[in-house]
Each structure stands twice: as C-alpha cells, then as structure tokens.
C-alpha cells in the first residue's frame, strides 16, 4: 500500500476460528484506511485469506502481520484489534508460550515501523471491526466447505448433526417461486416451506435457507444439501471476496440478492454451516418429498 507522508495509517485486524478446538478452518482479516488530517478515507485495502488447521489466535495474529506486510516503507500507524492476546504480547505485557514463529514474524515487521496499537471490543458495532469479522467468517466458512463439497458426495456420507434437504419450484407464467425444507437431526424430521410472489428461484432458495437456518439450533452442525449450485459456489468461494469486496463482483455491480447472502454470512457465525451441491437427487426420499411439497406450494398460490 503506497502512502504519501501526510497520510495516517490505520490497521483493522480480525480472527476468526473455533476458539474452543485447534486445528480447524479459520480465516483472517486485515482492512488498511490511508486519512487525512481532517479523517477522511483516501485510500483502502482489503487483505484476507485463510488455513484449513489453525487456531483463533493464529488468525488474529496472522491478520496483523499480514496487514503491516502491505506496508512498502517504514510507517506511522495505528493497530485496532479486538484480540487482547495480541495486543498484550505485541506491547510486551505478556510472554508468549506458543505460535512463537509468528511472532518472530511480527517483531521483524514491527521493527521497521512506529506502531501504536488500539483495543476495540468485538462485535461492538465498529464499522471496520465488523467488516474485518464478516470477511475473516467468510474464509473460514469457504476452507470449511470445500471439505464437503464435493457434487458426487451421497448425503448418507455426510457427517453433520443436522441435515437440510432444500428444494425449489418456479413457475415463469406465475413469476413465482417456491421452496422447501426437510431438516433431519437424527429421528426427529420437520418440514418448512413457502411459495412467493414475483421471487426469482435463485432468490427463493435463499430466503429458503435463511428461513430454515434461522429455526435451527445455534451451535450445532448444519449441512444445507441444495440443488442449486449458485448457493452451494456462493456460501463456498465467492462470499468473502463480496464482502471484501464491499459487496461487489468481480466485475464491480453489486451483488445479487445482497441483503439475503449477508444474512447467510451472519448465521454462519453461531453454527459450524455447510453447503453442498448435490447433482443426484431421485434417489433420496427427503428430497423427493421437498420436491413434492415446493410444487404443492406452488399450486396453492395459482
């Protein structure tokens, strides 16, 4: 990131990982904002990425170093972070005992500038905290998923606590759709489901998910086996790159649906959430009845 001298320099940095095992997915992030005197954004970069067996503090560690690694030339800058793990062993408040190869990474960054360092507690509301945070969730849920999300893998393989079977139906002389939910967690199945006007499948098999998502339990394991492929691509490798991205494409437009994916993205927090593809379906029964039951639904609302 090229500054010019008057500019202030402030790192926002986020972790995010299952702080209660090591060794899982986890995603980091790193957001720099280049003012001016008056506080004025002049420039920004958004970094974030991700391993597949790491730990939280490895994370909120890594979105700093990589944050001051974007730095071409010795800097003034400010650190926000809500990790005071971080925070403490970087001022030498503490000693750390572990990930020492990280932070000898860090001490060599951090020798090169002046660095000033700012607690701000998590999910506070802080703009450019909870930005860092929905984008590190989005590439531990895109290194999560890509474990299972495989088009050829039978449901019955899948090890989840529960099961969403997620169907559609669209009818384009109705421009309606509608959408069904089988959920299976161990003998006890439930049924959910709605028809909508002038919805857009795509947009149906979102609020489907969302919907059903948000009757679940926090806290569990949930697979959502859909037979669109957008939201199984959309949840596994396009999501943190819209949100790092301020929710656009590629192509710069704006995301499709975006108030529904960021939704996704927020449930996601409080559950270990996956989605899968699933190209084969006749053969399963809860997919079968959902698909009975989105043409029902369809057929009620003529």
Not at 5 to 33: R, S, V
Not at 45 to 58: A, I
Request: aromatic share 8%; hydrophobic share 35%.
């Amino acid at each position: 990131m090229q500054l010019a001298d008057e500019m202030q320099i402030t790192i926002y940095t986020d972790g995010a990982c299952d702080i209660h095992a090591d060794n899982q997915p986890g995603g980091w992030a790193a957001i720099l904002c280049a003012t001016d005197e008056s506080g004025n954004v002049i420039k920004e970069s958004v970094l974030s990425g991700g391993r597949e067996m790491t730990t939280n503090n490895q994370m909120e560690l890594t979105a700093v170093i990589e944050g001051l690694k974007a730095l071409k030339r010795p800097s003034e800058a400010t650190i926000v972070s809500d990790s005071r793990y971080v925070i403490d062993i970087a001022k030498s408040a503490k000693k750390s005992r572990k990930n020492a190869d990280l932070w000898k990474r860090y001490f060599e960054l951090a020798a090169r500038h002046q660095i000033k360092w700012r607690y701000i507690e998590g999910h506070s509301g802080h703009p450019y905290n909870e930005r860092c945070d929905r984008i590190a969730v989005a590439e531990k849920n895109r290194l999560s998923l890509s474990k299972v999300n495989s088009v050829d893998q039978p449901p019955s393989t899948i090890e989840s606590d529960i099961k969403v079977y997620l169907s559609t139906r669209y009818s384009s002389r109705q421009k309606k759709a509608a959408w069904s939910a089988v959920t299976v967690s161990g003998e006890e199945v439930r049924e959910y489901g709605a028809a909508l006007e002038k919805t857009s499948e795509l947009e149906a098999v979102l609020i489907g998910a969302n919907t059903c998502l948000a009757a679940l339990p926090a806290g569990r394991s949930v697979t959502v086996l859909t037979a669109q492929e957008y939201l199984s691509k959309g949840m596994n490798h396009w999501i943190a790159k819209w949100a790092a991205k301020g929710w656009k494409t590629q192509e710069g437009k704006p995301v499709k649906y975006q108030s529904q994916w960021r939704a996704l993205l927020e449930l996601s927090k409080a559950r270990n959430l996956a989605f899968v593809f699933v190209r084969s379906r006749q053969d399963n029964p809860h997919f079968r009845r959902g698909t009975d039951m989105a043409k029902q639904l369809l057929e009620r609302a003529d």
